[in-house]
C-alpha cells in the first residue's frame, strides 16, 4: 500500500468509530473491559449473507507498537460474562486473527498488510464454502482497507481535536527486549542486549511458519506434496530448538527471565483469591517452562496446554472443597 503509512494504518484498524464507515458486515461493536494498555475484551457482530445466520464474536484483542516502525494487532475468542450468546446470532470463534503491519521497503509513505485469520464460524457451514469464500472475499476486504485507510487521516482530523491521543497508542516495543512490555522510558544504554543471532533465527522461524501455514492452505492442485510439508515442519523444530538455546545463552544461561507463557501482570485493587490464583499459576507454568528447557525445545501450543491442563488438574483435587 504505496499511499499509507504504518501508523496511518495501525490508527485506521483500531479505530472502532472510523471502522463504522468501510466494514459493511459489521452490525455491532463495542469494548466489553480493558485488561491493561495492550489488552482487552470486545464485542463483534457480523452481517452474513442469506440463507446464512448472523455470526458474532467474543474476543480478547492484543497489540503492540515497535520501534522499528512495526505494529500488531491480534485476537482470540474468550468467554466472558458479560457477552453472552445473543438469539439471531451463532457464537464463531477467532483462533487467531490479526494484522501485522511493516514499514514498505524504500518508502516512508507506504507499508505492508499482511492479514491472518484461523476462525471457526462454527454451526453447519461445509469448510470448502468457507475457505473459497475466504479465498474470494478477502481481497475485497483488502482492498476496502486500504481505500478508507487513505481517508482516515482527513476523517481523524474532523473527529479528534488537536493533539487527541487515542487510548491504543503506547510505547514502543523493542523486538529484542527481555521484557513483556515496554516500560514508560527508554531501557539504559548499559542494559544488555539480544545477540543479532537470536533475532536472526527468530525472523527465520517466522517466516518458517507462515510459509507452512501457506503451504497446508493452499488448494490440492498446487502440487505441494507431503514430503514437502515434513521438511518444513523439521525445519521449523530445528528453528525452534535454535531459539530455546540462543534464549538461554542471552539469559546467561538462566531461566528465570524467559517465559514461555507469563501470566498477566498484577493489577491494583486485586482480591486476596485473584493473588492467590495469580500466583498458582505462574508457579505452575514456571514448572512448565522448566520441564521444556531440560528437554531442550520449545512446545507446541498445544503440548504446553496439555501439560498445563494435567497439573491443574492435580492441583484441582489437592484443594478441600
Not at 517466522?206 to 507431503?226: I, M
Request: hydrophobic letters at 35%.
Amino acid at each position: 500500500m504505496k499511499s499509507v503509512p504504518t501508523d496511518v494504518m495501525y490508527d485506521n484498524l483500531h479505530d472502532a468509530e472510523y471502522r463504522k464507515t468501510w466494514d459493511q458486515n459489521m452490525l455491532a461493536g463495542f469494548n466489553i473491559c480493558d485488561l491493561n494498555k495492550h489488552n482487552d475484551i470486545g464485542y463483534y457482530g457480523a452481517k452474513f449473507p442469506w440463507p446464512l445466520a448472523n455470526r458474532d464474536f467474543c474476543n480478547m484483542r492484543s497489540w503492540m507498537e515497535f520501534t522499528n516502525g512495526e505494529f500488531l494487532i491480534f485476537n482470540h475468542s474468550v468467554p466472558h460474562n458479560d457477552c453472552p450468546e445473543k438469539k439471531g446470532f451463532v457464537r464463531a470463534k477467532s483462533i487467531v486473527t490479526g494484522y501485522y503491519v511493516t514499514p514498505l521497503p524504500n518508502n516512508s509513505n507506504g507499508c505492508v498488510l499482511l492479514y491472518v485469520t484461523h476462525t471457526d464460524l462454527c454451526g453447519s457451514i461445509p469448510h470448502s464454502i468457507i475457505n473459497f469464500a475466504m479465498q474470494k472475499g478477502v481481497p475485497g476486504i483488502m482492498n476496502r482497507i486500504e481505500e478508507c485507510a487513505q481517508k482516515y487521516i482527513a476523517f481523524s482530523k474532523q473527529r479528534y481535536p488537536v493533539g487527541h491521543v487515542h487510548p491504543w497508542r503506547t510505547p514502543k516495543m523493542d523486538w529484542d527486549s527481555v521484557d513483556d512490555y515496554p516500560s514508560a522510558t527508554p531501557p539504559s544504554a548499559v542494559q544488555p542486549r539480544r545477540s543479532p543471532v537470536l533475532t536472526a533465527v527468530r525472523q527465520q522461524l517466522v517466516l518458517a511458519e507462515a510459509s507452512l501455514v501457506s503451504l497446508v492452505a493452499a488448494p490440492p492442485a498446487s502440487g505441494a506434496t507431503a514430503e514437502e510439508v515434513d521438511e518444513l515442519k523439521a525445519e521449523i523444530s530445528e528453528l525452534q530448538r535454535k531459539l530455546l538455546l540462543s534464549m538461554q545463552q542471552s539469559n546467561g544461561g538462566g531461566s528465570s527471565a524467559m517465559s514461555l507463557a507469563p501470566v498477566a501482570p498484577a493489577q491494583e485493587g486485586d482480591s486476596t483469591a485473584v493473588q492467590q490464583y495469580r500466583a498458582m499459576m505462574q508457579d505452575s507454568l514456571n514448572t512448565i517452562d522448566k520441564l521444556y528447557l531440560q528437554e531442550g525445545r520449545v512446545p507446541t501450543v498445544r503440548e504446553y496446554l496439555t501439560r498445563l491442563h494435567m497439573i491443574l488438574e492435580g492441583l484441582k483435587r489437592t484443594i478441600p472443597r
